[in-house]
């Protein structure tokens, strides 16, 4: 089945760039103007990836994304021409997965969609056994995660990182490592994204940041899940 990969920017000019490139590379490309439609069409044809603005008529790019979250866990590059790092934060803290600040070349979006592509998700293997940790489930073969019976919805990427950090509860994964195995080795970005979408996940499970029942930071390192 093929790609399919929403670009929402009302720059017309870079639309038109960004489609040629993402089609020379066997995607199927669709395109909104405005936040308003970006998000109606992303309801119909179900993205796997979406490029998103920030800066955008109608719905801005981050309220895009955070109703876009509501329905779908496709992958979401939010382009942006802030480059202070608490609009980064804000805008991985509202769910994209990753950032590119303009200006960009068309060429570094396209191997950032690729590298995305590459990314070694679980749940797509054979059939695997639910991972327990305390009341918490995760079931790879379903993409579901449970605490307590109750379902909690993560994005593609949150899920990967709490089942890599749930594979083998009491190591410590680095940054990096968790880097690799979540984003996949072509991963351009730097450590900071890790940290934030485990601050995502760490909401969605209730946790306490001073007394965490499951992830654990550990300084100067990286994160673990408690046994
Ligand atoms: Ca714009």
Do not use: C, H, K, N
């Given at each position: 089945m093929g790609v399919r990969v929403l670009v929402v920017e009302d720059e017309r000019s870079l639309v038109r760039l960004l489609?040629?490139?993402?089609?020379?590379?066997?995607?199927?490309?669709?395109?909104?103007?405005?936040?308003?439609?970006?998000?109606?069409?992303?309801?119909?044809?179900?993205p796997d990836v979406v490029v998103l603005d920030w800066?955008?008529?109608?719905?801005?790019?981050?309220?895009?994304?955070?109703?876009?979250?509501?329905?779908?866990?496709?992958?979401?590059?939010?382009?942006?021409?802030?480059?202070?790092?608490?609009?980064?934060?804000v805008g991985l803290s509202a769910g994209a997965d990753d950032y590119l600040p303009k200006p960009f070349s068309p060429g570094e979006l396209v191997a950032r969609v690729r590298a995305m592509?590459?990314?070694?998700?679980?749940g797509t293997g054979p059939e695997?056994?639910?991972?327990?940790v305390g009341e918490l489930s995760i079931d790879p073969s379903r993409r579901e995660v449970r605490l307590g019976g109750r379902e909690i919805a993560l994005t593609a990427i949150e899920?990967?990182?709490?089942?890599?950090?749930?594979?083998?509860?009491?190591?410590?994964?680095?940054?990096?490592?968790?880097?690799?195995?979540?984003?996949?080795e072509g991963y351009f970005g730097d450590d900071h994204v890790v940290d934030v979408h485990i601050a995502n996940v760490r909401k969605k499970l209730g946790e306490d940041a001073a007394h965490p029942r499951y992830i654990e930071t550990v300084r100067g390192v990286g994160y673990r899940m408690r046994r």
């Open positions: 489609r040629a490139y993402l089609e020379r590379e066997g995607f199927e490309v669709y395109e909104a103007f405005d936040g308003r439609a970006g998000l109606d069409l992303a309801g119909e044809v179900r800066m955008l008529p109608e719905l801005d790019g981050l309220e895009v994304l955070r109703r876009l979250r509501r329905f779908s866990d496709a992958y979401v590059i939010l382009l942006t021409a802030r480059v202070e790092e608490t609009d980064r934060i592509l590459r990314r070694p998700r679980s695997e056994e639910p991972l327990r899920f990967d990182l709490l089942a890599a950090l749930a594979s083998r509860p009491g190591l410590v994964f680095s940054r990096a490592q968790l880097l690799e195995r979540v984003w996949g």
